[in-house]
Structure formats: structure tokens, C-alpha cells
């Protein structure tokens, strides 16, 4: 019930903007996320935000990605300065008190 886009391929030190939005209303949704997934890893979480709280990001995150959710419950993840170990496939997540969604997944490829 959730859809990703924005994924592609970019230069060492580009950006990317992620964007993900419920395909049909999700009452209730607490929290958003995104998180990525590289190959022979465990899928991480990336940066959050619910209700009322600032943003959360993981120490790879900090200073160069940005998350933002409007009002349609539209999650974006901004990404500048982004480097090889950035490549992965991100997912959007959102949660509710009794539910968790995710999205199909996009990729982002950060070459040399």
C-alpha cells in the first residue's frame, strides 16, 4: 500500500530524492521511515519521523540526508553528498498501532 520512486543511478556526490506515499488512506500512521537493503546485508533503517518528534537518522545519514513527511502523509528522503556505500535498495516503511507497511523498494546506485 505504499509507493516508492525516485531511485536511479547518480554520480559519487549527488543527490536523490526519494519519494513515498500510501496508494490508498492509511488511518492512523504513527511513524515513517525509510530503510535500505545492499547485497549480503541486513536491511537497515535510514532516518524516521513521526507525529510531533524530530527526525531520527542513522550516523551514516546525518548531514547529508533529510526526511520530510507532509500533511498527505507523503514521505520524502532527500540525499545529497551521496557516496558507493549509499547504493541499495530503499524501502519506505509506516506504521500504525496494529499494522506495518512497506514499499516495493527502489534502488539507488551511487558510481564512480
Known amino acids: 500500500q505504499l509507493q516508492a520512486f525516485g531511485g536511479g543511478l547518480v554520480q559519487i556526490g549527488g543527490s536523490l530524492r526519494l519519494s513515498c506515499a500510501p496508494s490508498?488512506?492509511?488511518?492512523?500512521?504513527?511513524?515513517m521511515a525509510w530503510y535500505r537493503q545492499s547485497p549480503g546485508k541486513q536491511r537497515e533503517l535510514v532516518a524516521s519521523v513521526a507525529h510531533g518528534d524530530s527526525p531520527h537518522y542513522a550516523e551514516s545519514a546525518k548531514g547529508r540526508f533529510t526526511i520530510s513527511r507532509d500533511a498527505k502523509d507523503t514521505v520524502s528522503l532527500q540525499m545529497n553528498g551521496l557516496k558507493p556505500e549509499d547504493t541499495a535498495v530503499y524501502y519506505c516503511?509506516?506504521?500504525?498501532?496494529?499494522?506495518?507497511?512497506w514499499g516495493q523498494g527502489t534502488q539507488v546506485t551511487v558510481s564512480s
Open positions: 490508498e488512506s492509511i488511518f492512523g500512521i504513527s511513524l
Open positions: 516503511n509506516a506504521r500504525t498501532w496494529t499494522s506495518v507497511y
